[in-house]
């Protein structure tokens, strides 16, 4: 028997999606691209990491496309950027990881490549799409870059291209 809920508009909808989040226990594949836009944006990305956050089985999940929610990442979304270090620390089975079209500051850049580097997503990340969101004004992010491209033998995509726009943007295809 089907069950309907009844969604009356998009904060109703992050709602009942940061619900199925919180409680999921058998996810693999988890896409949110384009999810919120719009002046409400940073509220309901800050739902959504909260939720999958304290999802306590997020090692099963093994592809995470977070792309285009760029406002869930600008300076008004306080716990958006500290957040998605923690969820990434909690997949223990990460392959694929989708953050094009974020327009992260320079300090998330950096905890994000410190997380893949540093942790046990370094052994199973083979797909990293940073396409447009990565910034590398903190010297810290190319280190961390550079020691994740050396201990993922896995990783053979990689777009790390930066945010001036996609006439500049190039992709790192490795292998």
């Known amino acids: 028997m089907?069950?309907?809920?009844?969604?009356?508009?998009?904060?109703?909808?992050?709602?009942l999606v940061a619900n199925i989040l919180h409680t999921a226990t058998h996810l693999t594949h988890l896409d949110l691209k384009g999810f919120t836009r719009g002046e409400d944006g940073a509220e309901h990305g800050q739902?959504?990491?909260?939720?999958?956050?304290?999802n306590n089985h997020l090692?099963?999940?093994t592809d995470l496309n977070l792309?285009?929610?760029?406002?869930?990442?600008?300076p008004s979304a306080t716990l958006c950027p500290e957040i998605l270090p923690a969820i990434l620390e909690q997949t223990t089975n990460l392959s694929k990881l989708h953050l094009r079209d974020n327009q992260f500051d320079s300090a998330t850049t950096a905890n994000i490549l410190r997380v893949l580097a540093n942790t046990h997503v370094s052994h199973t990340l083979a797909y990293l799409d940073m396409g447009n969101s990565a910034n590398f004004d903190a010297e810290e992010s190319s280190t961390h870059i550079m020691f994740l491209l050396a201990e993922a033998p896995q990783l053979t995509y990689v777009d790390i291209s930066g945010q001036e726009g996609k006439k500049d943007r190039k992709s790192?295809?490795?292998?």
């Not at 792309?67 to 600008?74: D, G, K, S, Y």
């Not at 790192?172 to 292998?175: C, K, S, V």
């Open 172 to 175: 790192t295809r490795l292998n």
């Open 47 to 54: 739902i959504m990491l909260e939720s999958l956050h304290s």
């Open 2 to 15: 089907a069950h309907t809920v009844p969604v009356s508009g998009r904060g109703d909808l992050s709602e």
């Open 59 to 61: 090692e099963k999940l």
């Open 67 to 74: 792309a285009r929610n760029e406002f869930w990442f600008a």
